[in-house]
Nanobody, 115 residues
Framework: QVQLVESGGGLVQPGGSLRLSCAAP????????MSWYRQAPGKQRDMVAH???????NYAASVQGRFTISRDNAKNTVYLQMNSLNVEDTAVYYC?????????WGQGTQVTVSS
C-alpha cells in the first residue's frame, strides 16, 4: 500500500514559520503532481499549493507570497515552507500525490497558529 508520510506540523506563534515535508515512494514520486491541501474545523478541504512533475507551481490566493512549495526528486520529498503564518492558517495539512492512474493522500499533520 502506497503511503505518503507527512511531518513538520506543530504550534507556532503568529508571524512565525514552519516547514512541512511529505515523503512518497520512489515508484510514484517522479511521475506525480504533488500538492498540499488543508482543512480547518467545519470547513472543506482546499488546495494550498501544487507542483507538477516538471516543477511548475501554483498557489491559493490566500497563501501566495507567504508559502513556497518545492520538490526534491532525489529524496522523493515535497516541502511546504510557510512564512508569516496567521491564525487563519490553522488547519490539518494533507499531502496529495496525483499520478496518471491514481490519487494518494497522506494522513495529515496539524498546524496551529496561536499566541
Amino acid at each position: 500500500q502506497v503511503q505518503l508520510v507527512e511531518s513538520g506540523g506543530g504550534l507556532v506563534q503568529p508571524g512565525g514559520s514552519l516547514r512541512l515535508s511529505c515523503a512518497a515512494p520512489g515508484s510514484i514520486f517522479s511521475m506525480a503532481a504533488m500538492s498540499w491541501y488543508r482543512q480547518a474545523p467545519g470547513k472543506q478541504r482546499d488546495m494550498v499549493a501544487h507542483v507538477t512533475s516538471a516543477g511548475n507551481t501554483n498557489y491559493a490566493a490566500s497563501v501566495q507570497g507567504r508559502f513556497t512549495i518545492s520538490r526534491d526528486n532525489a529524496k522523493n520529498t515535497v516541502y511546504l515552507q510557510m512564512n508569516s503564518l496567521n491564525v487563519e492558517d490553522t488547519a490539518v495539512y494533507y499531502c496529495r500525490a496525483l499520478t496518471p492512474s491514481r490519487l494518494y493522500w497522506g494522513q495529515g499533520t496539524q498546524v496551529t497558529v496561536s499566541s
